[in-house]
């Protein structure tokens, strides 16, 4: 670490016309006088949740030993594999509220409690009524020290309206965050509008206006290349090396949407899909993370969640060798060549989410990565995509070192223990506890060093 004596606040931005660059933690943003790391100077924690939908191929996602020190990944995890100290298997955890929703199909009861532990109220109309998630009871608290609350990103439709699985509101399938009871939280799945969310904007959500102002600028960072260069003479090498390798990534993230928006240009346009949405599921996730992971290295938020595909998803994967549609298939049967196909995809999935493991682990920050100071929960509300069941549930933890979370480990819960459990234990290593939180009845063990 280089210390200088010139100090610059930590929430400094870069300004210019329509648009405000968010900086990384650079050594510069710690006082010199007070600093003995970038940790001790910027106790940073946060917390990302990435769900999957229609349930999951199960006999690929439990390790097949005891409960206990982690000796291999199980198949669907196994991208992780380097990273396996960070992750921590979560076995018989509940979601007995998906049961007590009276009415509507179990894909929809899945997404709308998984983050909320109490059932909803049935309609497919606008009149929703469900709760408060954990995401958003931490966003609250923490929103004071960031640009935004929460980010909610996601693959597929982001509808809110109409009847999506069993005559129950889309609100409750395709997002997995509710401000309040009646508000749920659409995600973005449009890379270009995420970027200017995060970056600025045209002034006006109008099409064409967005288009002229990217015909304008050739690169938003353009637009603060003066005080870019400013910069650059008061900042250590230390400093001026990792501002250089952002400035890259902001850039590069520039160049894949525009390019896939060029592309979209050139083909019949996809009904619900908007433009710069890259056609490749893979490129389309890969670029979502990296704008996830821009929008945690500056700060601009703390808390995300993130749903790699919206339940009852029909999409197919021909890609990887599954031509079938994601939401049949999922209806197994218990046939081996289906679970097969079927884990294919749930592996799919999580090689996205490892991406971004792998990503946050290369940024540094303070004595260690982001990784350690970021907690992400990855998993869905349906265990056995035949059966709907919603006990036993899919859960890892991963990340979270400066939270305590002691990874490597298999760790098995007794029968019926509530989902919401997990939840309240993860808002207390976010400092923010509460007393209650659905349908809980305590918080979680082993699952701190």
Known sequence: MFITRTHLPRRTVLRGLGATVALPLLDAMVPAATAQSR???APIKRFGVFYVPNGMSMPYWYPRHAPGKLEALPPTLRSLEPFRDRVTICGGLDDEPANLVRGGGDHARSAGTFLT???YKMTNGADVSNAVSVDQIAARELQNETQLAS????IESNAMVGNCDGGASCAYTNTIAWRTPTTPLPIENDPRAV???LF????STDPEARRARMRRDRSILDLVNDELRGLGTVLGPGDQARLDEYVEAVRDIERRITMAEEQSARELPVVNQPVGVPSDYAEHAKLMMDLLALAYQTDLTRISTFMLAREVSGRAYPEIGVPDSHHPLSHHQDEPAKLNRLHLINEYHFQQFAYLVAKLDAIPEGDGSMLDSTLFLYGTGISDSNTHFHDDLPVALVGGQNAGIAGGRYVRYPQDTP?????MTILEWLGTPVEAFGDSNGK???LTA
Do not use: I
């Open 419 to 423: 989902l919401a459990n997990l939840h």
């Open 151 to 154: 980010l909610e990103l996601g």
């Open 39 to 41: 940790t001790a100077a």
């Open 444 to 446: 979680l063990g082993q």
């Open 117 to 119: 532990c109490v059932p």
């Open 200 to 203: 600025g904007t045209s002034g």
């Open 195 to 197: 970027f200017e969310r």
